[in-house]
């Protein structure tokens, strides 16, 4: 094999172990969105508001609460990170789902930086729900 893991970023091999697509970037707003191009638009747009986005992290179609845990977890080992974006539109991804991981994770690593969420398509009210009642 040609891939010599000691070259590569710690934290993106954590994500990979997941099936997370992360790269680390020198900004302080971590993202986590699901599909390539809303991670592109979510970073654009973070930075036309003259914030620079901490990474490009995209939880795919398949994220579980583990999953997004997982994300959190990355996202937040980065001590730059001073507030973290959500963008999550759910056709595959279901919105309830990414809300069940956003509340564990929260827990789990005892969220102390800001956090914004977007969510909308699939299931989106029992997501609102959730988050609203967590």
Do not use: H, W
Not at 26 to 41: F, K, P, R, T
Not at 81 to 109: Q, T, Y
């Amino acid at each position: 094999e040609l891939r010599d893991e000691t070259e590569e970023d710690p934290m993106e091999l954590e994500a990979s172990k997941y099936d997370l697509a992360y790269i680390k970037l020198d900004g302080d707003i971590g993202c986590m969105v699901n599909g390539a191009g809303l991670a592109m638009a979510t970073m654009d747009i973070i930075k036309l508001n003259g914030m620079f986005p901490a990474n490009f992290l995209d939880v795919g179609g398949g994220a579980n609460k583990e999953k997004v845990t997982a994300a959190f977890k990355i996202i937040l080992s980065d001590p730059a990170v001073k507030g973290i974006l959500v963008n999550i539109f759910g056709g595959i991804m279901r919105c309830d789902i990414i809300a069940e991981g956003i509340v564990a994770a929260a827990k789990e690593v005892n969220l102390a930086v800001p956090l914004v969420v977007r969510l909308e398509g699939t299931n989106v009210q029992q997501g609102k729900d959730i988050l609203a009642n967590s």
